[in-house]
């Protein structure tokens, strides 16, 4: 039973129960029998809520608190809520308020209806609206024939909605519900909508599952209607502090007769991927205390075609195209003066029928000693070993084993104003097989042995002066390595001359020595510095190379870096051929970021020889966004390829920003590549229109329209 007191010097009552304080304030207050009446700005404080009005009485009998007049209830940083009255039951938690209107302070969502009904954590409401936007005016609205509000749950459904933009009706639901908090929590989410002139309406709706906090599914049904229907699948986990992965599978049928329209190679498309990293799996895994860092990386993935890649996607601008697909396991474990790596590396190439004989490293063994100093930091000494596992399936595989042992001497002279190096560079290689031969095979296999020995002399110099503000470094550098010692013996004895230089198969598919070459480099660096910060960087260098044919050009190479200001950046790499006496490649990229614009041009050319025959390619893209106020920005991309005289890519947008709303509209055109039974490199232009929709706080979708021309 409450009991309350009076405090007249302060004009106030204080109304007590076992475990709550309840306590009235205002001005003006007295009782009458069991009612105690409070005016004059008066104020209820119980719990974590406050609740002011004209007019406040309660009574004690009933423990009902009634308000009238400008009620206004506050509860501990969360929401405000708003009515002319209401009353509120402290015995049983119930409340009704008439009209009701609440504002979420985190979010800026508020709602009107026409009343409230509260019982401890649930909140039954009438007819109204809610939105992000203004109360007075607002650009956007979801009304409603009634709501249900689960505080504990934090969760909001609306019966019968409808999205109205400037009071004009745009959308319809029987349902829609949305979280009030950042909550994981199990529910559909944002569904994809889409349309196609070859694949029809395109609608994805994703299925969230979220029961434990260590690990959530999400499931997302598609049906493209001319096209097929299909379904993806992630499972998602962090299974310690230090750890976390996900697992996704998949699957899309497509309709025979688009299919067997578009010359598709597979009728249906699947596959599955494993990413998992740990940052210390020896720890947790085996409780070894050790000092060192342990790490563990999964990447794996198999799938029948590549197009169980691109079917994820809501469109096929990001679309991917290649016939090899890489799985990988890294695991590590580093002391910071030795490393202990394994790596598995598998290949799946989709264009081929068995991938029995294509070689996988299963797996390769790493050692590493860190550099190690001697004689006051002029001997120099660092290791690195492995032994590599060449599996297949099907035809010979090989166990190869490799060392490097560079050992360094420096020393600076004339002041430390010139540094001269020597370095030995030890290498020794060998290699075993196993496994069946090829019954059409003439290979010969037997374990060999390769040892090298080079010597590398390098003389530089590190040069610094002091301007005002500004600091210069420069840095040449000359560089000539002697081809020293070589011996073969075994496989590599018998295979160094005819598979030097070699692409075919057979037995040169283990052979990656190349011939023995004096090279001579030169090089200077330039550097500019402005309090700490790079101004200006340019890299020259140029090589040469000598072996028993003759000597051979290396090419001109520079690359030069320049921020010309706080908004613009300049960036170069030009390669020259002084026997072709040509620009085989170069790249200029310029870039602007300010305020209100924003912008990057770059251009890259390629002109190189491969078979001997002539590669050219030349690649212009350019793309710019203009910020006109604080609500619209406009942008736009192109993607020109010079050589074929097409347009790769092209976007042009417009995107309205609001405090409460984003919606964008963009005009996309693409060419994109697709797998048929007649080429894997045979291409579509598609053109897209987007609609952008974003309604803050509660989220939003994108429907896009694709028009495509063959």
């Known amino acids: 039973m409450y009991k309350f007191y009076w405090i007249s010097l302060l004009a106030s009552v204080i109304l007590l129960r076992a475990e709550d304080r309840v306590e009235l304030f205002g001005s003006v207050a007295d009782a009458n029998g069991s009612v105690a009446h409070a005016s004059g700005n008066p104020v209820v404080i119980y719990e974590d809520q406050l609740l002011s009005a004209d007019e406040l009485s309660y009574d004690r009998n009933t423990t009902i608190i009634e308000a009238k007049g400008s009620v206004n209830v506050f509860k501990a940083r969360q929401y405000h809520s708003m009515s002319d009255y209401a009353r509120i039951n402290l015995n049983n938690d119930t409340r009704y308020l008439k009209p009701y209107y609440a504002l979420d ?17 649930e909140i039954d409401l009438a007819s109204g609206a809610i939105s992000g936007c203004s109360s007075t005016d607002p650009l956007w609205k979801i009304r409603f024939s009634s709501a249900n509000y689960d505080t504990d749950a934090m969760w909001v459904n609306l019966y019968n909605a409808r999205l109205e ?6 959308f319809y639901l029987p349902y829609f519900g949305y979280p009030t908090d950042k909550t994981r929590r199990s529910g559909l989410l944002i569904p994809y909508f889409g349309w196609s002139n070859t694949e029809g309406f395109f609608y994805q709706q994703p299925i969230y599952y979220a029961p434990k906090n260590w690990f959530d599914v999400e499931l997302r049904p598609q049906v493209r209607t001319n096209r097929g229907e299909g ?3 992630d499972f998602r986990f962090v299974d310690s502090s230090s750890s976390s992965g996900y697992i996704r599978m998949g699957l899309f049928e497509e309709q025979s007769d688009y299919a067997l329209k578009h010359n598709l190679a597979h009728n249906q498309h699947h596959g599955y991927e494993l990413h998992y990293q740990n940052s210390a799996f020896l720890r947790e895994w085996f409780g070894l205390k050790l000092e ?3 790490g563990l990386y999964v990447d794996g993935k198999w799938m029948n075609d590549v197009d169980y890649l691109n079917l994820q996607h809501t469109n096929e601008i990001h679309n991917v195209i290649t016939n090899q697909v890489i799985s990988r396991v890294n695991a590590f474990y580093n002391t910071g003066q030795d490393y202990f790596g394994a790596y598995l590396k598998y290949y799946q190439y989709l264009d081929l029928a068995s991938n029995a004989q294509t070689i996988q490293t299963l797996p390769s063994l790493q050692y590493h000693r860190y550099l190690q100093t001697f004689l006051n930091n002029h001997l120099l000494l660092n290791t690195d070993a492995t032994v590599t596992n060449f599996y297949r399936q099907d035809g010979k595989a090989a166990v190869q084993g490799d060392i490097n042992i560079p050992i360094m001497f420096q020393i600076s002279l004339m002041d430390e104003y ?9 290498h020794a290689r060998t290699i075993g097989f196993y496994g069946n031969e090829s019954v059409l095979s003439t290979d010969t296999y037997k374990p060999g042995n390769y040892l090298q020995l080079d010597h590398t002399f390098k003389i530089g110099s590190n040069l610094v002066r002091n301007y005002e503000d500004i ?17 073969y013996t075994g496989y590599y004895d018998t295979y160094h001359s005819a598979c030097n230089g070699s692409t075919g198969s057979g037995a040169c598919d283990f052979y990656t020595i190349t011939e023995p070459s004096d090279s001579l480099g030169l090089g200077v660096n330039n550097y500019f510095f402005k309090e700490g910060k790079q101004l200006f960087a340019d890299r020259l260098s140029q090589n040469y190379r000598h072996d028993q044919y003759g000597t051979y050009n290396g090419e001109l190479q520079n690359e030069l870096e320049w921020n010309v200001n706080k908004g613009l950046s300049y960036y170069n790499q030009t390669s020259y051929n002084p026997d072709r006496n040509r620009i085989t490649k170069e790249q200029n990229t310029l ?15 390629t002109d190189i020889i491969s078979a001997n025959q002539v590669i050219y390619s030349s690649y212009l893209t350019a793309d710019a966004s203009y910020r006109y106020d604080q609500n619209y920005r406009f942008s736009g991309l192109i993607a020109y390829d010079y050589e074929n005289t097409l347009v790769k890519r092209g976007e042009v947008g417009v995107l309205y920003s609001q405090r409460c709303l ?3 509209v963009k005009f996309v055109q693409n060419i994109r590549p697709i797998v048929t039974n007649i080429s894997a490199n045979d291409s579509v232009s598609d053109s897209y229109i987007f609609l952008t929709i974003i309604l803050k706080p509660i989220g939003g979708s994108v429907f896009n329209y694709k028009m495509t021309n063959n």
Not at 105 to 121: F, I, Q, R, V
Not at 592 to 604: I, K, P, W
Request: aromatic content about 10%.
């Open 591 to 605: 870039r602007y970021n300010g305020e209100t614009v924003t912008a990057n041009v770059s251009h890259y050319y």
């Open 471 to 487: 600091t210069h470094v420069l840095n040449p550098n000359i560089t000539y390595t002697s081809a020293g010692t070589r011996m």
């Open 231 to 233: 379904i993806y699948g």
């Open 165 to 170: 933009i400037n009071d004009v009706p745009v």
């Open 105 to 121: 302070h985190d979010s800026g969502l508020w709602m009107s209806t026409d009343e409230a009904t509260g019982c401890k954590n």
């Open 662 to 664: 984003d919606f964008g």
């Open 292 to 294: 060192g860092e342990s």
């Open 418 to 426: 010139l540094d001269l190096s020597y370095t030995a560079n030890a």
